[in-house]
């Protein structure tokens, strides 16, 4: 029994195909055949994915030795090269035909989510300018906050409470997205590249993408790194200068 | 041979990546500004260029495809490797800074959807 328990741990890689195999043929089975195709397989996938996730600690399943393969396949490295390969076949005349209105959307949705993280952070009694531009930098998406966080010295929980931010919006972007992707209006490319460059959370935005229409993936993740690179930039270097001097006056 | 396609997407890959890491040097910032973005750009534009040149062939194509194929399931790794428990229990501030700014941006983008819409029309 040890010796099998020891041979999974020694290929986490390979059974992490498996997992997710598994993962996605349940949710398949339960989409189609008990919801009738209510809700998309895909986004149950996510679902149970974060509810697996639950078990674990910081780094969700993988704190579970024998899960530990996740983290290679889930990864920031495979995840972008994946991102990058649904670029393929992607229209370059739907890409300039929402050119304005994506980078509109882009500077639009990084102002608009600092400034809520802004309001919450004074709201709950925060009052050092570093401290309310971290917590406002993960409300942006969750790499932003730290980044902000180390380049303004602000405390580890601090860092820590903004990436929670950031996670909680992953979650929702995620999960709620593809329930309400007809009031929201989600169902073109354009639109797509709008829902990217105004929420920005790479990993959310192609999650709920992905359950909605694969196709639309390229399109509103192409936005959504953007968005991080664009809120790497401002939240450090041009909201935290500027909100320190309005709270000095 | 299909590793042809993965080879051409590597190297967009990490010619993306570069450009984001010059970025940030520039910036002053730790980390990669939009690198993935930027690979995303080369990766169209070069596609689209060899296949105006009949230069890219259903091989290549395959091997593209195949990662293509795989982005769903990375995604649900990647959300099991989420600290889903911090996020819920650290502190109501992130659990409610994070649902309104997703809320109200959800409320945005609809309002940029229609205004996009008359543009249209």
Same mark, same amino acid.
């Given at each position: 029994?040890?010796? #099998?328990?020891?041979?999974?741990?020694?290929?986490?890689?390979?059974?992490?195909?498996?997992?997710?195999?598994?993962?996605? +043929?349940?949710?398949?089975?339960?989409?189609?055949?008990?919801?009738?195709?209510?809700?998309?397989?895909?986004?149950?996938?996510? /679902?149970?994915?974060?509810?697996?996730?639950?078990?674990?600690?910081?780094?969700?399943?993988?704190?579970?030795?024998?899960?530990?393969?996740?983290?290679?396949?889930?990864?920031?490295?495979?995840?972008?090269?994946?991102?990058?390969?649904?670029?393929?076949?992607?229209?370059?005349?739907?890409?300039?035909?929402?050119?304005?209105?994506?980078?509109?959307?882009?500077?639009?949705?990084?102002?608009?989510?600092?400034?809520?993280?802004?309001?919450? /952070?004074?709201?709950?009694?925060?009052?050092?300018?570093?401290?309310?531009? =971290?917590?406002?930098?993960?409300?942006? =998406? %969750?790499?932003?906050? $730290?980044?902000?966080?180390?380049?303004?010295? /602000?405390?580890?929980?601090?860092?820590?409470?903004?990436? @929670?931010?950031?996670?909680?919006?992953?979650?929702?972007?995620?999960?709620?997205? $593809?329930? %309400?992707?007809?009031? #929201?209006?989600?169902?073109?490319?354009?639109?797509?590249?709008?829902?990217?460059?105004?929420?920005?959370?790479?990993?959310?935005?192609?999650?709920?993408? @992905?359950?909605?229409?694969?196709? +639309?993936? $390229?399109?509103?993740?192409?936005?959504?790194? %953007?968005?991080?690179?664009?809120?790497?930039?401002?939240?450090?270097?041009?909201?935290?200068?500027?909100?320190?001097?309005?709270?000095?006056? | 041979?299909?590793?042809?396609? #993965?080879?051409?997407?590597? @190297?967009?890959?990490?010619?993306?990546?570069?450009?984001?890491?010059?970025?940030?040097?520039? %910036?002053?910032?730790?980390?990669?500004?939009?690198?993935?973005?930027?690979?995303?750009?080369?990766?169209? +534009?070069?596609?689209?260029?060899?296949?105006?040149?009949?230069?890219?062939?259903?091989?290549? /194509?395959?091997?593209?495809?195949?990662?293509?194929?795989?982005?769903?399931?990375?995604?649900?790794?990647?959300?099991?490797?989420?600290? #889903?428990?911090?996020?819920?229990?650290?502190?109501?501030?992130? +659990?409610?800074?994070?649902?309104?700014?997703?809320?109200?941006?959800?409320?945005?983008?609809?309002?940029?959807?229609?205004?996009?819409?008359?543009?249209?029309?």
């Amino acid at each position: 029994m040890d010796a #099998v328990y020891q041979m999974f741990l020694k290929n986490g890689f390979v059974l992490s195909f498996l997992v997710v195999g598994i993962i996605m +043929l349940l949710t398949q089975f339960i989409s189609q055949k008990i919801l009738r195709n209510k809700i998309p397989g895909v986004a149950l996938a996510i /679902a149970l994915g974060l509810v697996l996730a639950s078990f674990g600690g910081k780094t969700g399943i993988t704190d579970i030795p024998l899960f530990s393969g996740m983290a290679l396949l889930g990864g920031s490295m495979l995840r972008d090269f994946a991102i990058v390969s649904t670029a393929y076949g992607a229209s370059i005349v739907e890409i300039k035909k929402a050119g304005w209105v994506g980078v509109i959307s882009l500077f639009v949705g990084v102002f608009f989510n600092f400034i809520v993280g802004v309001a919450f /952070a004074m709201l709950f009694g925060y009052a050092d300018p570093g401290d309310i531009a =971290t917590l406002a930098s993960g409300t942006c =998406t %969750f790499i932003v906050g $730290p980044i902000t966080g180390n380049a303004v010295g /602000a405390s580890s929980e601090i860092i820590t409470l903004s990436i @929670a931010a950031g996670v909680v919006k992953v979650l929702i972007v995620s999960v709620a997205t $593809p329930l %309400f992707k007809n009031i #929201v209006g989600i169902e073109s490319k354009t639109s797509a590249m709008v829902f990217g460059g105004v929420m920005g959370t790479v990993s959310g935005v192609s999650a709920a993408l @992905a359950s909605i229409n694969p196709k +639309l993936v $390229p399109y509103g993740a192409l936005t959504a790194t %953007f968005y991080t690179g664009v809120a790497a930039i401002l939240c450090p270097s041009v909201f935290y200068p500027i909100l320190k001097w309005i709270l000095m006056q | 041979m299909k590793i042809y396609g #993965v080879a051409i997407l590597s @190297a967009c890959y990490f010619a993306g990546l570069i450009i984001g890491e010059l970025l940030g040097n520039m %910036f002053g910032v730790k980390g990669n500004l939009g690198g993935v973005g930027f690979a995303m750009l080369f990766f169209i +534009l070069l596609t689209d260029w060899m296949n105006k040149k009949n230069k890219l062939t259903k091989e290549y /194509a395959a091997g593209i495809s195949f990662w293509t194929s795989l982005y769903i399931p990375i995604v649900i790794a990647m959300v099991s490797i989420q600290n #889903v428990n911090a996020a819920i229990n650290s502190g109501t501030v992130a +659990l409610v800074s994070g649902t309104v700014a997703t809320v109200l941006s959800f409320v945005l983008i609809r309002f940029l959807i229609s205004m996009l819409k008359q543009e249209g029309e």
